[in-house]
């Protein structure tokens, strides 16, 4: 049977679908429903029939991104239909005064302008009216400075990225009032916050909720309240003396990393926010956060023989201490304990310098300690046995308590899927007997993290 020629099968089946309104939809409408589109759908759109070709090109009224190194348009933009601007990039020469671009900012809010991205060669003043973009959603500005006299007005920002940006602490304050909606705030090396001997950085928002902080050299107190905080990523530096981290209810992943601590303490405490993430699913404790010299964490809960807070939601925990202090390896197994459905364990161990070095009297309960206490507190830790699937440990010295740990995840996990074990090459014959212990079908040996790296699969 001969196949009906192709126009006419397509004739039948239009005639079958009924008549194409969509096709015949005036200019202003079709142009309505362009309009709450994002510009790659909209253009695909182009691509449905012969009559889009034709007509959705000349509607889509919008540029979607443009790069300025000079304070003028290439191209100007319509005024009537207004082009839409979703996102502008500054990046002036180095011999163009950045107070040039004024004029563009002022004709790019005319347009919608939702993203704008500044950045200097050199530290120089922003244009004052930087801030005042209503239509603003994301800003992002880096290696430069704020005027004071700036007017802040951006009700709709929801992303705020500063990265080496001088910014007073009365101007964040104001941006923060402003931005009711704000989700979104990183602050990288930022200076200007505070003045004076007590130089420190306040931020408080009802609204963030991924917060990124890594302070200069020169702040010395930090204070955090933003209870609506969903991810945290908090570095502090040697000269903080105070630190205050409100407690965030619904904070699911945390990242702190506390510096080496200064001799004089004024405030220092993480335990309140800890003990209210109790939706906590990924926690990492880096720097002196455990270990010696300062003990934040170790030091605050001194003297309890439980945590009060279960991370029933915890998946994922990564610890950095010092093995031979026992007041660490006790805050360790207290923190586990309260784990009780933890897949990924990660374990960093000091073994090397000052700082991370145990005192004499850590190292004399170390060797006075039975070993008992141990094996007998690790057994009463329910996750290492049923819900733990992969592992790491670097640093690992083949000691009284890492070594119990070690034999301890590979004959007793029962879900145990993936280990990874750092080590120094002196301690490689060791080592492999360690882990000799349960075969592994598959091991790959490598250099990573700068010393030898086994890592191994079951089955």
């Known amino acids: 049977m001969a196949r009906r020629p192709r126009k006419r099968r397509r004739r039948d089946a239009a005639a ?3 008549p194409d309104c969509f096709s015949r939809l005036n200019e202003d409408l079709l142009r309505s429903i362009l309009s709450n589109l994002p510009t790659r759908s909209a253009a695909t759109l182009a691509a449905v029939s012969r009559h889009f070709r034709r007509e959705i090109p000349a509607l889509l009224d919008r540029v979607d991104s443009l790069t300025l190194h000079e304070p003028h348009f290439q191209d100007p933009l319509r005024a009537t239909p207004p082009v839409l601007l979703r996102r502008l990039a500054l990046a002036p020469h180095r011999a163009i005064p950045p107070s040039t671009f004024r004029p563009i900012l002022d004709e790019a809010a005319l347009h919608g302008l939702s993203e704008l991205a500044f950045r200097l060669t050199r530290r120089a003043r922003l244009p004052k009216n930087v801030l005042s973009v209503k239509s603003l959603a994301v800003l992002d500005l880096d290696n430069c400075a ?7 007005a951006c009700p709709c920002l929801r992303t705020l990225r500063l990265n080496r940006v001088a910014i007073l602490q009365e101007l964040m304050n104001k941006i923060l009032a402003s931005a009711s909606c ?3 705030l990183e602050m990288v090396y930022c200076t200007g916050l505070g003045t004076g001997r007590s130089a420190g950085c306040t931020v408080e928002s009802s609204s963030v909720r991924n917060l990124v902080f890594r302070p200069t050299r020169k ?20 000269r903080v003396k105070t630190l205050e981290l409100a407690p965030a209810p619904k904070v699911r992943k945390a990242y702190l990393h506390i510096s080496k601590l200064p001799a004089k303490l004024e405030a220092f405490r993480v335990r309140p926010f800890l003990d209210a993430g109790v939706k906590l699913e990924c926690l990492t404790l880096r720097g002196h956060s455990v270990k010696r010299p300062g003990q934040v964490l170790s030091s605050e809960y001194k003297g309890i023989p439980k945590l009060t807070v279960m991370f029933q939601d915890l998946r994922i925990l990564s610890v950095s201490l010092n093995p031979s202090s026992i007041e660490e390896t006790y805050f360790l197994l207290k923190l586990l304990e309260s784990c009780p459905h933890l897949e990924k364990f990660s374990l960093s161990a000091a073994g090397t310098g000052e700082d991370s070095a145990g005192t004499d009297e850590d190292m004399e309960q170390a060797n006075n300690m039975p070993s008992t206490d141990h094996k007998e507190r690790l057994s009463s ?5 049923t819900s733990l699937v992969q592992f790491k440990f670097r640093g690992f010295k083949p000691q009284e308590f890492q070594k119990e740990l070690m034999v301890f995840l ?8 993936k280990a990874g074990v750092e080590f120094e090459k002196s301690q490689a014959d060791a080592v492999r007997k360690i882990l000799s212990i349960k075969r592994a079908p598959t091991e790959r ?6 010393n030898h790296y086994m890592e191994l699969e079951y089955s």
């Open 219 to 238: 702040l010395e107190q930090i204070i955090i309240r933003a209870s609506a905080l969903r991810t945290v990523t908090l570095y502090t530096r040697s």
């Open 182 to 184: 704000l989700e979104t």
């Open 146 to 152: 704020v005027a004071p006299w700036s007017n802040v």
């Open 381 to 385: 830790i329910s996750c290492l046995t």
């Open 16 to 18: 079958a679908e009924g």
């Open 410 to 417: 590979l004959t007793r996990g029962k879900k145990l899927k």
């Open 445 to 450: 040996a490598s250099t990573k993290y700068g």
